[in-house]
């Protein structure tokens, strides 16, 4: 396995190329679809880059539900297309990369004056199987409610009638957008995060590169591109009024929220998919050393840059796992993390947030740039192929230029590459055995696989070469150090949340380790005793917007 370098050492480089090299195309959007985009055109043979104002995957791509998932819900509206799509792309999603895409299996439970009847599950979940291609061994089963206790004996029993059962995919958002971006490096990409778009180049009237400013450096320059998209999720309208191109209604944004408890205070068995009384679904599902929940789904028109978790979102969480779950007795003090998103769909007159479709849309400008929105993160490699596809058509009229077809459904994303899952879990055991001998637990592997992959192997050697007797410190700054190497690490806050996933999943060690990752950060980053006691004092406001709920 080959590991690509694109470090904060090298991030001059970077920046040098992106100066003098007239691009076939430049991404703005450093999200899943941007992601996915930049992999499907450096694969197809064009020279791309992408251009991040903050973190990869620092806006919806770290803050989704976490599923590869078909859409159940979808039939209800009977949007049967998208319900083929996506559930189809799980299988490819899980087969590039089946240490961060798992199979994940779901229980709907059917309840007395719920919103599902057992003979319109039974026919819904055999249509979504259909649509969705499923394998015979994950086709769903219809259960009685002894078996429904049995696989998840939280339910309440005395309004249970039953369960339906079938297959899905849990995930890490931020890590499949970056796993897609380090990806791309083999096929000599360039992306950068911290830099902004400020304006257009245009000849003629027509879009022909950027200008931008490197939030690190403070330097301004130019971009020179044949073609820019623009897939910026719930900031393309800002784009589009950059290139005043925006008309009509634009984007519509709703925020979801998920909360983080203790595996202890929400044991779950598995993952439930249920219903509350207002008619909305919400997800259950254990992760490790904790089980989180979600998701709202409510209309947003706040600062997209500071989305946080309210009380009310909260209190209408916990009522609704309080009500399918009555033995465990939730409140707001049990909420050791949470999260909020936003979703940017395509507004339709009359709809409310649940009711808007998940489609993702194409809008091309006059001048010649090119909008996707809409979507879902399942779909996200369908949305980057139909969007290069687009360029693929301009390319052969504009250069008499002929592009090859979409191949990522073959290109197995950085981390493996796997024979199959279960080569996944042997691996896992595998690893196991070794850093039991350091005293690690099988949490530790579980973490370590499915965050990294193979890559792992790379860590670990880091983590012999430190010295000091206390193994957790030694393998947490190993994986620091690995970041910063291989995945544009800027700043310890991104470590945190997009690379580990540590403030929402294991928000305990953020408080137990981050002094230490701030002194690796000032050793790496040279940087002075100023700049630490401010990221000290933004990682302690963090943890409290993430696990303090406030009116």
Known sequence: MKLYNFSNLNRSENTKILKETTFDLVVIGGGITGAGILLDAASRGLKVALIEKEDFASGTSSKSTKLIHGGLRYLKQFDFWLVKEVGTERAIVHKLAPHLVLPEKMLLPLVENGSYGKWLTSIGLKVYDLLAQVEDEDQRQMVDK???????????????????????????????????????????AVPINYTEVTNFLYTNKKVQGVEVIDKITGETYKINAKYVINATGPWVDEIRLLNKSKQGHGLHLTKGVHLVFPFEKFPVKQSVYFDVPDGRMIFAIPRGKITY??????????????????????????????????????????????????????????????????????????????????????????????????????????????????????????GGTWESYREVKQYRKQLF?????????????????????????????????????????????????????????QNPIDFFIRRTGRMYFDIESVKQYSPIILEEYQKLFKTDNATIENYKKEISTLIEKHSVIKD
């Open 293 to 414: 929940v979600g998701t709202t789904d409510t209309n947003y028109t706040d600062n997209k840059d500071e989305v946080y978790t309210n009380l009310t979102d909260a209190v209408y969480l916990i009522e609704a796992i309080n009500h399918m779950f009555p033995k465990i007795n939730l409140s707001l003090e049990d909420i050791q993390s949470s999260w909020a998103g936003l979703r940017p769909l395509i507004h339709e007159d009359g709809k409310s947030p649940s009711e808007l479709s998940r489609k993702d849309e194409i809008f091309v400008s006059a001048s010649g740039l090119i909008s996707i929105a809409g979507g879902k993160l399942t779909g996200y490699r369908k949305m980057a192929e139909r969007t290069v596809d687009k360029i693929a058509k301009r390319m052969e009229e504009d250069f008499a230029i002929k592009i090859p077809k979409c191949n990522t459904d073959k290109i197995p994303l950085s």
């Open 433 to 489: 055995k070794e850093l039991e001998k350091d005293g690690f637990s099988k949490y530790d592997a579980f973490y370590l696989v499915h965050t990294y992959g193979k890559q792992t192997e790379e860590i670990l050697k880091l983590y012999h070469n430190f010295t000091g007797d206390d193994n957790p410190e030694k393998l947490i700054k190993a994986e620091f150090h690995f970041t910063v190497e291989y995945e544009i690490l």
């Open 146 to 188: 002894t078996e429904a206790l049995n696989l998840e004996p939280l339910l309440p029993k005395k309004i249970l009638k039953g369960a339906g059962y079938y297959a899905e995919y849990r995930t890490d958002d931020a890590r499949l957008t970056i796993e897609n971006i380090k990806t791309a490096l083999q096929y000599q």
